[in-house]
């Protein structure tokens, strides 16, 4: 998954962070909303990593629907040469349609997994930002203090 990114922007007012990206399949919105009870640790870098990984989400999820096609596409045409009266499935031929079918089918399993994990990952590092962001700080200010002596 390539992308690149076109424009990132938080405001600070409304807490929103928006992230554009371009890829080979078209241009990905991603957006992020802070919560009212996360504004004491609100982070433009934090939002806007956010919305980029939604944007990947929606990219990832429009790969996924164009896998989909060429898996259904290619099960479809061996389910026509079935048919046929004299098919033969030990024909070079159809058994190439047949592992193009079983390579394309594991791509899209791989990336059906892949958005799992994207989307999983998004929701444990939302959960956890608070904690990570209180050990950060109380690392600095231990550091501080060790300096300081």
């Given at each position: 998954?390539?992308?690149?990114?076109?424009?990132s922007?938080?405001d600070?007012?409304?807490?929103?962070?928006?992230?554009?990206?371009?890829?080979?399949?078209?241009?990905?919105?991603?957006?992020?909303?802070?919560?009212?009870?996360?504004?004491?640790?609100?982070?433009?870098?934090?939002?806007?990593?956010?919305?980029?990984?939604?944007?990947?989400?929606?990219?990832?999820k429009?790969?996924?629907?164009?896998q989909?096609?060429?898996?259904?596409?290619?099960?479809?045409?061996?389910?026509?040469?079935?048919?046929?009266?004299?098919?033969?499935k030990?024909?070079?031929e159809?058994?190439?349609v047949?592992?193009?079918?079983?390579?394309?089918?594991?791509?899209?399993?791989?990336?059906?997994?892949?958005?799992?994990?994207?989307?999983?990952?998004?929701?444990?590092?939302?959960?956890?930002?608070?904690?990570?962001?209180?050990?950060?700080?109380?690392?600095?200010?231990?550091?501080?203090?060790?300096?300081?002596?």
């Amino acid at each position: 998954m390539k992308w690149t990114l076109v424009s990132s922007n938080y405001d600070a007012e409304t807490g929103i962070s928006k992230v554009i990206i371009n890829t080979e399949l078209g241009t990905f919105e991603g957006t992020s909303k802070l919560h009212d009870e996360d504004k004491d640790i609100q982070s433009k870098y934090t939002g806007c990593r956010y919305a980029e990984m939604r944007a990947a989400a929606k990219y990832l999820k429009r790969k996924i629907k164009n896998q989909k096609i060429k898996v259904d596409t290619l099960k479809n045409l061996i389910s026509n040469l079935e048919r046929l009266a004299d098919y033969d499935k030990d024909v070079l031929e159809a058994r190439f349609v047949r592992k193009n079918y079983f390579l394309e089918l594991s791509k899209y399993n791989a990336m059906k997994t892949m958005l799992v994990k994207l989307e999983e990952t998004i929701l444990q590092n939302m959960e956890n930002y608070r904690k990570e962001y209180e050990n950060f700080q109380n690392k600095i200010t231990k550091k501080e203090s060790t300096t300081e002596e």
